[in-house]
């Protein structure tokens, strides 16, 4: 029920492109819904966030959408650029004190010029 | 803001030998986390702490690992006798609530020959 399932586990995308990545989670008390990007050699950093009250989010080039009665959500990045490349992880947690996040496995993402 | 420090950013040590790791967290912040990274089992959370105390040390493998918080500005990670498996990124993260808002440390890269 803590297990929030990540794909792809790789993604390759050109320049100017859509990447997309999906998350699934079962626990239906799970009320915050974050991505995380990691660069190498550096900690996971806080991208973007959500809770289920709105279905998207939406932040310069990246947007989540969220699919409450799916318990989906998913990371979109438009006008996908090299800079982005990194290790995207999703997460979930009930959003309180006392709780905590669950990550997914994450998606290694290379953006070709 | 510093953010959240750990020490050191790398250390290699031979089998056997005792190893600890460091961690500040960010001021204020009362949730504090050990994560370990590698490629095969991505981000596993080893330990958390809520305002000082142990909350959930189920992830942590054995008892050859150690954590503690003495105070809300200081938590240690210890490993002894380490072996080579124990090789991989530990991170630190703190966060006001321990569901949501982590802010990861730079991380320790440990390599154990």
């Known amino acids: 029920q803590q297990q929030v399932k990540q794909s792809p586990q790789s993604l390759i995308v050109q320049k100017g492109g859509i990447s997309i990545i999906n998350c699934a989670y079962e626990?239906?008390?799970?009320?915050?819904f974050p991505w995380y990007q990691q660069f190498p050699g550096k900690g996971p950093a806080l991208l973007i966030a959500?809770?289920?009250?709105?279905s998207e989010k939406k932040e310069g080039r990246f947007t989540i959408s969220f699919n409450k009665s799916a318990k989906q959500f998913s990371l979109h990045i438009i006008d996908s650029q090299p800079g982005d490349s990194a290790t995207y992880f999703c997460a979930a947690s009930k959003g309180t004190s006392g709780s905590r996040l669950t990550f997914g496995e994450g998606t290694q993402l290379t953006v070709n010029p | 803001d510093a953010g959240v420090i750990q020490s050191p950013r790398h250390e290699v040590t031979e089998m056997g030998q005792e190893v600890t790791l460091r961690c500040k967290p960010i001021?204020?912040?009362?949730?504090l986390f050990w994560y370990r990274q590698t490629m095969m089992r991505g981000l596993e959370l080893l330990i958390y702490f809520n305002n000082n105390v142990p909350i959930d040390d189920s992830g942590m493998p054995e008892d050859r690992f150690s954590a503690k918080m003495p105070n809300a500005s200081f938590s240690t990670l210890k490993i002894q006798p380490s072996e080579p498996r124990d090789s991989a990124v530990y991170f630190c993260?703190?966060?006001?609530?321990?569901?949501?808002?982590?802010?990861f440390g730079s991380g320790t890269r440990l390599t154990v020959v």
């Open positions: 001021s204020g912040h009362n949730s």
């Open positions: 959500i809770r289920p009250d709105v």
């Open positions: 626990n239906t008390a799970f009320d915050y």
């Open positions: 993260a703190s966060s006001r609530h321990s569901g949501y808002g982590y802010t």
